[in-house]
């Protein structure tokens, strides 16, 4: 077997707190990593089930929900910790940032970093094996809130992120998809790929499966916060009094839409 072929790792969504996803990614070896493990239960429960040997944690941003499991993680199977220059996250053994490649040898697996304010202002994403985890930054059918950067940064953050390949399978940490479906529906109507894609969720969700992975071409087809320049989010902002040419103000807008939904 290739030692780089695409069947060589299997990824789980391990559901944690309320609504979040620890991602797991393994090799046919049991070698495995996980990105922002908020809880260190759900992993040791599927490092168990599966017999799996924990390698490596990938942190995206200082949120309690996606580090508070790491301490125990790292201390009990002495994975090593890769995570942004900040602070707040004090369990790490390499920083990373915008630029840097995560290269493991097991599972064998590269990941570029990828700087992308605006949920927080140091939050970084990890693309590579056709994955993006991106932690709080893109959602499937919304975006993070701005807690510390400005509509500028995360739209140019998004922006990076779309321009990723197509067949990337987004991995964000929370199942927020269908209520971001009702806000989506609201603003972009007349979309059938979001049509479409409201009925798959609901389907899902009433059989408590997982909304993502997704692919990036799903969601450029149905992100509102993706289709910036669609006219149809255009003629939204319009009715808001944004004028055509400013996308950055279109964001701010509906992004100050979403904070104030409720659907
Ligand atoms: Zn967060």
Known sequence: MHPHAETDVHLLALSALSDNYIWLLHDDA????????????????????RRLQ????LVTHHHHDHIDGVADLRERHG???????????GECD????DGDTVALAVPAARFQVMAVPGHTLSHIAYAGEGYLFCGDTLFS?????LFEGTPAQMLASLDRLASLPATTLVCCAHEYTAANG???AGVDAGNAALSARLIEVARLREHGQPTVPVSLAGERATNPFLRIDQPALVAWA?????TMDDR????????AAKDQFRG
């Open 54 to 57: 924990l390698c490596a944690i």
């Open 238 to 242: 319009r009715a808001q009094g944004i």
């Open 248 to 255: 950055i103000a279109r964001f701010a807008a509906l992004r």
């Open 182 to 184: 009702r806000f989506a």
């Open 30 to 49: 049991g070698h495995a990593l996980v990105v922002d493990p908020g809880q260190s239960e759900p992993v040791e429960r599927a490092l168990i089930e």
């Open 141 to 145: 059918l919304g975006c993070g809130r």
């Open 94 to 97: 390499i920083r990373v940032s």
């Open 79 to 89: 994975a090593t910790v890769y995570a942004p220059a900040d602070p707040r996250i």
